[in-house]
């Protein structure tokens, strides 16, 4: 029932308050979501719904589900008459009692609902497949109440996340998930049995766009992400190697070059530190990367580092002043970004 201002913009009446409203023009999260207490609200999403169904021909449908703030509902009447005459608890029970009710509509048109991890809040509709994305938990709660689930956690699979150092990368939402993390990932929790393993369907990688204006930037933000979530979800967690990945995606670098793909070379990034070395009352540089395989070159004049340049091996004193330059380097060749 939240993110629902555009609707309630055109719909005033569709909310607790009447409105007026305006468009949101800037990320958040809105109080004032669709009225559960006015039954016009269902017959408006249950319309927009037979557009959707016309549309897509899926199994599945997502209602969205979250950030659904319960302030307005508390000071409604219609709402708390709705708790009421429904013998609902609370506002999490009358969420859940809305999402009910529009599964129910969806299974009339045998059709399925997806929804975010807030709809096990007040109760779980009855085959509900759940998005986990605050984190496993919720994926774990529903698959242990034998519901379907994907794993799409934000510490893992928000390809709207930097990928590598801010200072270098296009301007994000903010949040930290490189390729590595991605590769990582392991969407089926080992505190499940084998049954309720069966229910988690797989991961899915989320690209948010409040920051992305092109369709390059949204390339450069999927890529190549979303290659290590597609092993993650179809290779058995035993045969899964980072080094050997990292291998084989040199050939998917050719393949996206060709393609003409804008990705990114975030995870060839090196990273240039310090660090004190108090047993000689020195401080040191030190550089390191998340891919291996690859030599590291430096200068420490400012100019731009290859094959050519200093190869490092261990941290280093820097005596003077100095700008320290860094780069990937396999079979003669510079990989990714220089630093």
Not at 17 to 29: A, I, K, L, N
Not at 40 to 50: Q, Y
Not at 271 to 290: C, G, K, Q
């Amino acid at each position: 029932p939240g993110h629902a201002v555009a609707a309630l913009a055109a719909y005033p009446s569709l909310s607790c308050t009447g409105g007026p409203f305006q468009v949101r023009s800037e990320w958040g999260v809105a109080d004032d979501i669709f009225c559960a207490g006015n039954d016009s609200v269902f017959t408006f999403v249950e319309d927009v719904l037979k557009e959707v169904m016309a549309l897509f021909p899926s199994t599945y449908i997502h209602i969205g589900g979250d950030e659904a703030p319960k302030v307005r509902w508390k000071a409604c009447q219609k709402c708390q008459a709705r708790i009421r005459a429904e013998g609902l608890k609370d506002e999490m029970e009358l969420q859940s009692y809305f999402v009910k009710r529009v599964e129910r509509f969806l299974k009339a048109n045998g059709r399925r609902l997806i929804g975010w991890d807030e709809i096990l809040e007040g109760g779980l509709a009855p085959e509900a497949t759940v998005m986990s994305w605050r984190g496993v938990q919720g994926g774990i709660d529903a698959a242990k109440e034998n519901h379907d689930v994907i794993m799409t956690p934000t510490d893992f699979c928000y390809f709207d996340y930097y990928q590598a150092d801010p200072a270098t990368e296009p301007e994000t939402i903010g949040g930290m998930v490189t390729l590595k993390t991605v590769y990582g990932f392991e969407p089926t929790p080992p505190v499940l049995s084998p049954a309720q393993a069966r229910h988690i369907l797989g991961a899915q990688g989320n690209l948010w766009t409040e920051y992305i204006d092109s369709p390059s930037k949204a390339e450069y933000m999927a890529y190549p992400r979303a290659i290590a979530l597609a092993e993650v979800n179809w290779s058995p967690k035993e045969t899964r190697n980072w080094e050997d990945f990292l291998d084989r995606l040199d050939s998917q670098y050719k393949r996206l070059e060709y393609m003409g793909v804008n990705f990114s070379k975030g995870s060839l990034q090196v990273d240039i530190t310090t660090m004190r070395d108090s047993a000689n009352h020195r401080n040191l540089v030190v550089i390191s990367s998340e891919t291996k395989g690859h030599d590291i070159f430096y200068t420490l004049d400012g100019s731009e580092p290859g094959p050519g340049s200093t190869k490092y091996t261990e941290p280093f004193e820097v005596k003077s002043t100095s700008t320290v330059r860094a780069c990937l380097v396999k079979d003669n060749e510079v990989k990714g970004q220089v630093n």
